[in-house]
Nanobody
Framework: QVQLVESGGGLVQTGGSLRLSCAASGRTFTNYAMGWFRQAPGKERIFVAAISSSGGNTYYADSVKGRFTISRDNAKNTVYLQMNSLKPEDTAVYYC?????????????????WGQGTQVTVSS
């Protein structure tokens, strides 16, 4: 069973930047696509970004396109989410997840392993 540990969250002002990291255990990291999701209080967990196993393909929610960048370093078993031009509506707990073999990148049930989450708060 893979373990995913997120870090890098915090409090930032509107317009600021943060970089989230997700470190994965195990030797099969390179076999799986990875994703970032977020969940605001009282709301559903929603898709933010995903990246294919090789890193050659990336996918973004419309709300973060042009502001967020997902990347991965397979040598370090780590996936990143660079977040720029942050807005108060980006405030949420951010989770990284490992995708199952099948299914859409955009749907949380298609991701089988999840980290514990890291809080991102953007002040206005």
């Amino acid at each position: 069973q893979v373990q995913l540990v997120e870090s890098g969250g915090g409090l930032v002002q509107t317009g600021g930047s943060l970089r989230l990291s997700c470190a994965a255990s195990g030797r099969t990291f390179t076999n799986y696509a990875m994703g970032w999701f977020r969940q605001a209080p009282g709301k559903e967990r929603i898709f933010v970004a995903a990246i294919s196993s090789s890193g050659g393909n990336t996918y973004y929610a419309d709300s973060v396109k042009g502001r967020f960048t997902i990347s991965r370093d397979n040598a370090k078993n780590t996936v990143y989410l660079q977040m720029n031009s942050l807005k108060p509506e980006d405030t949420a707990v951010y989770y990284c997840a490992r995708k199952n073999d099948r299914g859409s990148y955009y749907n949380p049930p298609n991701f089988g392993s999840w980290g514990q989450g890291t809080q991102v708060t953007v002040s206005s």
